[in-house]
């Protein structure tokens, strides 16, 4: 199945900045897509990104706080704009296995993003 | 998008059998059942998936009654790196993943 990089694995960042993470995949992938998870919780979907068009975001997501490119098959970038504490999460991008017969998903090691 | 309930968490003993069951009472007829595993600090990991009757595989055996509003993931003899929340997710090809709570798996020596 397919295989993520996902960068940077944490940072810590200032209120108020921007971070952006990065999401590479080994094979050309149709959709990808980004999570996140707040401390304790589940996963939730924040976008699902395809090449040559525009995100699509969940309800309680804009584009404006987390905008994404997605410039090829193979790569995707998610920037979490002027960052508060409550932005304090760990962020997956998650892309199609690829194996056949699969119908599922492989996830990227995350980002663990504090924000002071 | 079918919803899915787990138990919020369980506890077991290193070498007993683990049995999570997941309820998902509207599954479409193209969706499959598929669990994952998530350790802290990694994303999560595709354990097994099915559509229907018993899938094992050298992890985990999936158990779907024909019905398909339930499945149920076994985990013969747990050790404790089995400690983990485990997803039972409910979908088809090129559809996103919607995550329910998740069960949290607490195994102890």
């Known amino acids: 199945s397919a295989v993520i990089s996902q960068k940077p694995s944490r940072d810590i960042c200032q209120r108020g900045t921007s971070l952006t993470i990065q999401c590479q995949v080994d094979s050309q992938v149709t959709m990808m897509f980004w999570y996140r998870q707040q401390p304790g919780q589940s996963l939730t979907l924040i976008a699902t990104a395809n090449q040559g068009s525009e995100a699509t975001y969940e309800s309680g997501f804009v584009i404006d706080k987390f905008p994404i490119s997605r410039p090829n098959l193979t790569f995707s970038t998610l920037t979490v704009s002027n960052m508060s504490p409550e932005d304090s999460s760990i962020y997956l991008c998650?892309?199609?296995?690829?194996?056949?017969?699969?119908?599922?998903?492989?996830f990227g090691s995350g980002t663990r993003l504090t924000v002071v | 998008l079918a919803k899915t309930t787990q138990p919020i968490s369980m506890d077991s003993y290193e070498g007993q059998e683990v049995n999570i069951t997941c309820s998902h009472n509207n599954i479409a007829t193209n969706d499959y059942i598929t669990w994952y595993q998530q350790f802290p600090s990694q994303g999560p990991r595709f354990i097994i998936q099915?559509?229907?009757t018993k899938v094992t595989n050298e992890v985990a055996s999936l158990f779907i009654p024909a019905d398909r509003k339930s499945s149920t993931l076994s985990l013969p003899r747990v050790s404790l790196s089995d400690t983990a929340v485990y997803y039972c997710?409910?979908?088809?090809?090129?559809?996103?993943?919607?995550f329910g709570a998740g069960t949290i798996l607490r195994v102890k020596s």
């Open positions: 997710l409910v979908g088809g090809d090129r559809v996103k993943l919607v």
């Open positions: 099915g559509y229907k």
């Open positions: 998650s892309v199609e296995a690829g194996d056949r017969g699969y119908y599922g998903y492989t």
